[in-house]
């Protein structure tokens, strides 16, 4: 086992600025958090479509996509998530910085993890919360986790029997137990074009 202290890093010829500059807006992550089925993946997948009809560059990390490549080695400890947040965080880190829109739909659930990624990228990190309750997001249940977690069947489950921190310096808050899909999509759209047009 090596201990990292022969590598160095290697200097792009293009500077991030400059892939900015051709996509004609800047990259960013959109860190989209929040309890499962509080929307993420929907409102993740919608959004990358309305800005790939714009011709911008953009790509989603879905957190279940995730888990059965990138990281399909880990489990639901809280060592395995931190791990699964760093290793999504590291990647959309170098996607945004290639001029790439990251939308991230990811539980994420704890903050110190998410504070992480937001350390990693700066900048170019926007951590927005769905933060529609527990109540709203149990009735939903489009895949019966919260079900099977009741019954026993899933064990550490956020919401459940995990627990979910909710962010304190999210820089977007959308209530999807109140907004329906079309204004969150809205909201977010909003917000996306405040930050990334040049």
């Given at each position: 086992?090596?201990?990292?202290?022969?590598i160095?890093?290697?200097?792009?010829?293009?500077?991030?600025?400059?892939?900015?500059?051709?996509?004609?807006?800047?990259?960013?992550?959109?860190?989209?958090?929040?309890?499962?089925?509080?929307?993420?993946?929907?409102?993740?997948?919608?959004?990358?479509?309305?800005?790939?009809?714009?011709?911008?560059?953009?790509?989603?990390?879905?957190?279940?996509?995730?888990?059965?490549?990138?990281?399909?080695?880990?489990?639901?400890?809280?060592?395995?998530?931190?791990?699964?947040?760093?290793?999504?965080?590291?990647?959309?880190?170098?996607?945004?910085?290639?001029?790439?829109?990251?939308?991230?739909?990811?539980?994420?659930?704890?903050?110190?993890?998410?504070?992480?990624?937001?350390?990693?990228?700066?900048?170019?990190?926007?951590?927005?919360?769905?933060?529609?309750?527990?109540?709203?997001?149990?009735?939903r249940?489009?895949?019966?986790?919260?079900?099977?977690?009741?019954?026993?069947?899933?064990?550490?489950?956020?919401?459940?029997?995990?627990?979910?921190?909710?962010?304190?310096a999210?820089?977007?808050?959308?209530?999807?137990g109140?907004?329906?899909?079309?204004?969150?999509?809205?909201?977010?759209?909003?917000?996306?074009?405040?930050?990334?047009?040049?």
């Amino acid at each position: 086992m090596h201990n990292g202290s022969h590598i160095s890093t290697v200097k792009h010829n293009v500077s991030t600025t400059q892939r900015w500059r051709r996509n004609g807006h800047t990259g960013g992550i959109l860190w989209l958090t929040g309890l499962s089925a509080s929307g993420k993946s929907t409102l993740a997948m919608a959004l990358e479509l309305d800005l790939f009809n714009r011709n911008w560059q953009c790509v989603v990390i879905d957190g279940d996509n995730l888990r059965q490549g990138l990281c399909a080695d880990l489990g639901f400890s809280p060592d395995d998530r931190a791990e699964n947040v760093r290793r999504a965080g590291e990647v959309a880190r170098m996607l945004a910085e290639s001029g790439i829109i990251v939308i991230v739909a990811l539980i994420s659930p704890y903050q110190s993890d998410r504070d992480r990624v937001r350390r990693s990228a700066g900048s170019l990190f926007h951590e927005i919360w769905l933060s529609a309750g527990i109540n709203v997001c149990e009735t939903r249940d489009p895949k019966n986790l919260y079900k099977k977690a009741r019954a026993g069947e899933i064990s550490e489950f956020t919401g459940i029997s995990s627990s979910y921190e909710v962010p304190n310096a999210a820089e977007l808050t959308i209530d999807t137990g109140v907004l329906d899909f079309q204004e969150s999509l809205k909201v977010l759209r909003g917000y996306v074009e405040r930050f990334a047009f040049l």
